[in-house]
Nanobody, 117 residues
């Protein structure tokens, strides 16, 4: 019933920027925590950032000061602005919704972000 569609991934050089977007379709109720996970090659999935319905944010330590998560509740859409990208940011990024106790109920299909010179 709830589907998440991601966009904005691509190839960028170190120090560059990308903005990821996630749009929820179907029946989506707004007062839930949403966010972004990523999975790098050979590594476990990790929560990159999350944001509540009242715009309280949380970030993984390695992206603090570089990434910014935001949301537009009227459009059921959220974003991840990624600045000062590093090669270690290379991963498949997944938007997620309805995070409860650290476990998302809904996942997007993923978008590839590659940071390389």
């Amino acid at each position: 019933q709830v589907q998440l569609v991601e966009s904005g991934g691509g190839l960028v050089q170190p120090g560059g920027s990308l903005r990821l977007s996630c749009a929820a379709s179907g029946t989506f109720f707004r007062p839930y925590t949403v966010g972004w996970y990523r999975q790098a090659p050979g590594k476990q999935r990790e929560l990159v950032a999350s944001i509540t319905s009242t715009h309280t944010t949380n970030y993984e330590d390695s992206v603090k000061g570089r990434f910014t998560i935001s949301r537009d509740n009227t459009k059921n859409t959220w974003y991840l602005q990624m600045n000062s990208l590093k090669p270690e940011d290379t991963a498949v990024y997944y938007c997620v919704s309805h995070i409860v106790s650290g476990s998302p109920a809904y996942w997007g299909q993923g978008t590839q972000v590659t940071v390389s010179s």
